[in-house]
């Protein structure tokens, strides 16, 4: 029996990474799902975003996933190990359940020269310390300085990325950072709605810093994962077939996807 590939978001932002990720491995067959009704997950404690992470990852694995990725920074950075560790083992030892944040930081100490990077995310994602955290695991000669940007998920949700609108609250959370820490190379993106916003911010990006999504690097990093494992890679099917799930009105999710994926395609309801 072999299965499709699981990929989930508290809300409409994984799909920035589940595009990169088809873009890249394109033979698989994927299942979206986003749990819109109790988006965002930002502003929740550690226990309920662990409970909700764990019952959308095992509706994933109801419908045949052998594998999920948690494309959400907000699950990835509250939910994600204690799933690993403690939930798998019991409820289904077989199956893998990956995050975004790790091989984000694996690749950020590479690209820095001034050994200073800067972290743009969600509330819930900078109260973590997740990226500090893994950053320091792999470079612990590296300054990390993090900035919540509250304002940019629902400029995107809300259809204004590219407009004037967005002018004030993209400068001001650059501005911000880079006078907090000038000596900043590297800006992480670290939340998947972030990149609807990359023209917008490199226009107001100074010279010489390098802006990283994390699409395609959890993209490669899925590419190589299943490379490494052999035993996992046959368990997937490869019709190249998409299904996408919601746990709010599949209308407003379609419409949504128009932005973060570039096209609209037919979504189903799920109850959480």
């Not at 109790?38 to 109801?62: E, S």
Request: charged fraction near 20%; proline fraction near 6%.
């Amino acid at each position: 029996m072999t299965g499709p590939i699981g990929v989930f978001d508290s809300g409409y932002g994984g799909l920035t990474v589940l595009k990169e990720i088809i873009a890249a491995l394109p033979q698989y067959d994927y299942i979206y799902f986003g749990d819109n009704a109790r988006a965002p997950y930002g502003n929740r404690g550690f226990d309920t975003i662990h409970t909700y992470t764990l019952q959308c990852v095992q509706h994933l694995f109801d419908m045949g996933c052998p594998l999920v990725i948690l494309a959400c920074n907000t699950a990835s950075a509250r939910a994600l190990r204690t799933i690993q560790q403690k939930d798998l083992p019991h409820i289904a030892p077989d199956r893998r359940v990956l995050g975004v944040i790790r091989p984000t930081t694996e690749m950020v100490g590479t690209l820095t020269q001034s050994g200073e990077v800067g972290i743009l995310a969600t509330k819930g994602t900078v109260a973590s310390e997740s990226y500090p955290i893994e950053i320091n695991k792999f470079f612990p000669h590296v300054k990390v300085h993090q900035l919540a940007c509250p304002m940019w998920v629902p400029i995107v949700e809300n259809g204004e990325a590219d407009g004037e609108g967005a002018d004030y609250f993209v400068k001001k959370y650059l501005h911000q950072i880079l006078t907090d820490a000038p000596d900043i190379d590297t800006l992480v993106l670290a939340c998947t709605h972030y990149p609807i916003l990359t023209k917008k911010i490199k226009q107001f990006l100074p010279g010489g810093i390098t802006l990283l999504s994390q699409g395609k690097i959890v993209a490669h990093s899925l590419k190589d994962y299943l490379q490494r494992h052999p035993e996992m890679e046959v368990r997937l099917s490869k019709n190249g077939g998409r299904k996408y799930f919601t746990t709010d009105d599949p209308l407003i999710f379609e419409k949504q996807t128009e932005i973060f994926l570039g096209e609209t395609v037919k979504t189903e309801f799920i109850n959480p």
